[in-house]
């Protein structure tokens, strides 16, 4: 087995075999090749929510878990991924002719309205995912890729590095800000639907939704509540501020480099810097220029706290919409009854 099986990662992009665990999060390999943080990992409990999500969904919206699994045992893949999907090979002519040949009684209108509320779930459950896998994949690089190539040998002190293998580093962070925004998108989403779930299929609903961002929160009933991700704080205000300015403005550091401080010869830390953020979690800005590194802000050992963080605050959030979606299911059918 290969010796790479046996290390951890660490924040300083040292690895090493005899992690101090006690003192911090280390990275750790899973069978199938994925780093996880040793503490902090919040993904599976968020998965859990999410497929009880899917379950209240179906109910909500079929009536009975029975009915829509009985309804599943009859229905076309093509329902739940045409366009969608890359395994469903039809064309958006086709998708609509299709629809035109089932009888009036099928629950079409219902099952792809349910469909499209479920990939909203789902992209919460992928991005979620990617972003846990993205992180992994930025400390294998800070602590496995060679930084610069020849090896040369190097005098005592902190010596900066650019390369392709830093440029990988810069593209794999700056990402994983792009997905956790992602998150807060499908997240805003997610809970406008639940809270004008669409209850009439004489046609194919649009989602109400459709086309909300993070930024219609204010629409949201959860909007502010403490420890979600609709309160107002530094994390998500940094999320949002890099976020926006990775796409609108491009990089984080106009010449991206990883730094490396050498003692007796050797490498013992690398790290990265982050542009200064202010108490509110914005860039620290003065006319034209925003990326100032006065505070010596190493991202690599602040990251895993921010991912924890964010999880912990997805979590909570995807709890309080089940329990409002549920509540809401039990006061639907005291009326019914």
Same mark, same amino acid.
């Given at each position: 087995?290969?010796?790479?099986?046996?290390?951890?990662?660490?924040?300083?992009?040292?690895?090493?075999?005899?992690?101090?665990?006690?003192?911090?999060?280390?990275?750790?390999?899973?069978?199938?090749?994925?780093?996880?943080?040793?503490?902090?990992?919040?993904?599976?409990?968020?998965?859990?929510?999410?497929?009880?999500?899917?379950?209240?969904?179906?109910?909500?919206?079929?009536?009975?878990?029975?009915?829509?699994?009985?309804?599943?045992?009859?229905?076309?893949?093509?329902?739940?991924?045409?366009?969608?999907?890359?395994?469903?090979?039809?064309?958006?002519?086709?998708?609509?002719?299709?629809?035109?040949?089932?009888?009036?009684?099928?629950?079409?209108?219902?099952?792809?309205?349910?469909?499209?509320?479920?990939?909203?779930?789902?992209?919460?459950?992928?991005?979620?995912?990617?972003?846990?896998?993205?992180?992994?994949?930025?400390?294998?690089?800070?602590?496995?890729?060679?930084?610069?190539?020849?090896?040369?040998?190097?005098?005592?002190?902190?010596?900066?590095?650019?390369?392709?293998?830093?440029?990988?580093?810069?593209?794999?962070?700056?990402?994983?800000?792009?997905?956790?925004?992602?998150?807060?998108?499908?997240?805003?989403?997610?809970?406008?639907?639940?809270?004008?779930?669409?209850?009439?299929?004489?046609?194919?609903?649009?989602?109400?939704?459709?086309?909300?961002?993070?930024?219609?929160?204010?629409?949201?009933?959860?909007?502010?509540?403490?420890?979600?991700?609709?309160?107002?704080?530094?994390?998500?205000?940094?999320?949002?501020?890099?976020?926006?300015?990775?796409?609108?403005?491009?990089?984080?550091?106009?010449?991206?480099?990883?730094?490396?401080?050498?003692?007796?010869?050797?490498?013992?830390?690398?790290?990265?810097?982050?542009?200064?953020?202010?108490?509110?979690?914005? !860039?620290?800005?003065?006319?034209?220029?925003?990326? !100032?590194?006065?505070?010596?802000?190493?991202?690599?050992?602040?990251?895993?706290?921010?991912?924890?963080?964010?999880?912990?605050?997805?979590?909570?959030?995807?709890?309080?919409?089940?329990?409002?979606?549920?509540?809401?299911?039990?006061?639907?059918?005291?009326?019914?009854?």
């Amino acid at each position: 087995m290969s010796k790479i099986q046996y290390l951890y990662l660490s924040l300083n992009g040292i690895p090493t075999e005899a992690p101090a665990l006690s003192e911090g999060v280390y990275f750790k390999r899973d069978p199938q090749g994925a780093w996880y943080p040793t503490q902090g990992n919040h993904l599976y409990a968020i998965d859990a929510v999410c497929v009880r999500l899917h379950d209240a969904f179906a109910e909500q919206i079929f009536g009975d878990l029975g009915r829509f699994y009985e309804f599943l045992k009859i229905a076309p893949e093509f329902l739940s991924t045409a366009g969608m999907n890359s395994e469903a090979a039809v064309s958006k002519e086709l998708f609509n002719q299709l629809l035109g040949k089932f009888p009036p009684d099928f629950p079409v209108n219902e099952a792809l309205y349910l469909f499209d509320c479920r990939k909203l779930i789902s992209g919460v459950q992928e991005c979620s995912k990617e972003v846990m896998q993205l992180q992994g994949e930025f400390y294998q690089v800070l602590n496995l890729e060679q930084m610069f190539f020849p090896n040369i040998e190097e005098d005592d002190g902190v010596r900066y590095v650019t390369s392709p293998v830093v440029t990988k580093l810069y593209a794999l962070l700056g990402f994983i800000y792009i997905r956790l925004h992602s998150l807060l998108d499908y997240v805003t989403k997610l809970a406008i639907e639940t809270e004008k779930l669409k209850s009439q299929f004489d046609s194919y609903p649009r989602l109400a939704s459709k086309n909300s961002l993070y930024s219609d929160r204010k629409k949201v009933s959860l909007n502010n509540r403490k420890g979600t991700l609709f309160e107002t704080c530094p994390l998500l205000t940094e999320i949002e501020s890099v976020r926006n300015h990775l796409i609108h403005d491009g990089l984080i550091d106009d010449m991206p480099k990883a730094y490396r401080v050498i003692s007796n010869g050797e490498c013992v830390e690398k790290f990265l810097l982050f542009p200064d953020l202010d108490a509110g979690g914005r !860039f620290e800005a003065f006319k034209n220029r925003n990326l !100032f590194y006065g505070n010596e802000n190493k991202i690599n050992r602040r990251l895993p706290g921010v991912i924890q963080t964010f999880q912990e605050r997805l979590l909570s959030t995807l709890e309080l919409l089940e329990e409002n979606f549920r509540g809401n299911e039990q006061i639907n059918g005291a009326s019914d009854g």
